[in-house]
Nanobody
Framework: HLVESGGGSVKSGGSLTLSCTTS????????IGWSRQAPGKDREHVAC?????????LYADSVEGRFTITRDGTTNTVFLQMTDLRPEDTGIYYC??????????????WGQGTQVTVSA
């Protein structure tokens, strides 16, 4: 069970941090990611955090250097820190579990999503 929060509306160049609380999904044993869906577009990968290699993450080229995915193992929470936001980052952001619980595979389950809107 994945529950996202922290979305909102910001101006271009602004920052937001999204949170995802997990239950029944151990972040100690499973990779976890974020995906997003812009209006009229397919859902796309944003970032995925590996647990097997501490701190190692996979980012989409479009967010590399601007977004950071982290986790708090004590609270089973995943964060997505987003900086230098751009209008093209607008969309619904989903905390997402990859197939086999390993980054690199497509996402097969996600939460209800949280809206991020970036205005010019």
């Amino acid at each position: 069970h994945l529950v996202e929060s922290g979305g909102g509306s910001v101006k271009s160049g602004g920052s937001l941090t999204l949170s995802c609380t997990t239950s029944g999904y151990s972040l100690d044993r499973s990779d976890i990611g974020w995906s997003r869906q812009a209006p009229g577009k397919d859902r796309e990968h944003v970032a995925c955090l590996r647990t097997s290699i501490s701190g190692n993450a996979l980012y989409a080229d479009s967010v590399e250097g601007r977004f950071t995915i982290t986790r708090d193992g004590t609270t089973n929470t995943v964060f997505l820190q987003m900086t230098d936001l751009r209008p093209e980052d607008t969309g619904i952001y989903y905390c997402s579990a990859p197939r086999y619980r390993r980054c690199g595979y497509h996402y097969e389950s996600w939460g209800q999503g949280t809206q991020v809107t970036v205005s010019a």
